[in-house]
């Protein structure tokens, strides 16, 4: 038990569907990220939020539109994906964005998306 | 532009001494991370170096040489269970983390 968890854990969609990955962290924390994780690739980040406000998009297509609507919850919507977004999406948080050996990031166990 | 470079996959044997090695290249350097992710889990963290030397967690430890941008993971007394990918990742001078794609231990009996 990681103190964030993740909904779904798999979720398999069409390519014209509409759909949102869900995280929750129970651990206090002021920071939140999305990260992707393709196989045999390093971690992507995605977005920060940092006190519920977005704090870094990293260059994201528009069909993934993340929500904060408070410091415990992070939401990734979903629309008109394409099949290189299979992938594992794995949300994390950090009590503040500057992460030490005492304050690292905790991670979710993640979505395995697969777009049809 | 900045790089992160472990091993694809390495094979040990239970009960002997496993090293990953990891280098490492950033703009600016505010520390380095490892953490364990076991198939289908979230990556755990494992440790932190931010000063030259060795850190040493139980059967765990980490090494830093900020001259060479390298550091690696020892893994001592391999179990079983310690069969999972092992994540590197460098945090920049904007405390960004930029993480290595993992590397894939596997433990025979």
């Known amino acids: 038990e990681t103190g964030v968890t993740q909904t779904p854990r798999h979720l398999v969609m069409g390519m014209t569907n509409k759909k949102s990955l869900k995280c929750e962290q129970h651990l206090g924390h002021n920071a939140m990220y999305w990260y992707k994780q393709s196989a045999k690739k390093p971690l992507e980040l995605m977005f920060v939020y940092s006190l519920e406000e977005r704090v870094e998009n990293n260059s994201v297509p528009s069909r993934f539109s993340p929500e904060c609507p408070n410091s415990s919850h992070l939401f990734l919507h979903l629309h008109t994906l394409q099949p290189e977004d299979s992938a594992l999406y794995l949300c994390a948080s950090s009590q503040t964005q500057e992460i030490t050996g005492n304050q690292p990031q905790h991670f979710g166990d993640g979505t395995r998306l697969s777009i049809l | 532009g900045q790089n992160i470079d472990q091993p694809t996959e390495m094979t040990a044997t239970e009960g002997a001494i496993v090293q990953i090695n990891c280098t490492y290249q950033t703009s600016g350097f505010n520390g380095l991370f490892w953490y364990q992710q076991h198939a289908g889990e979230a990556p755990t963290f494992l440790s932190y170096n931010v000063l030259d030397g060795l850190e040493e967690k139980g059967r765990f430890s980490s090494f830093l040489s900020r001259s060479k941008g390298y550091s690696y993971l020892l893994l001592k007394e391999l179990q079983m269970k310690d069969s999972a990918s092992y994540l590197c990742?460098?945090?920049?001078?904007?405390?960004?983390?930029?993480w290595g794609a993992g590397t894939k231990l596997i433990i025979k009996p």
């Open positions: 990742a460098s945090m920049d001078s904007n405390y960004q983390l930029i």
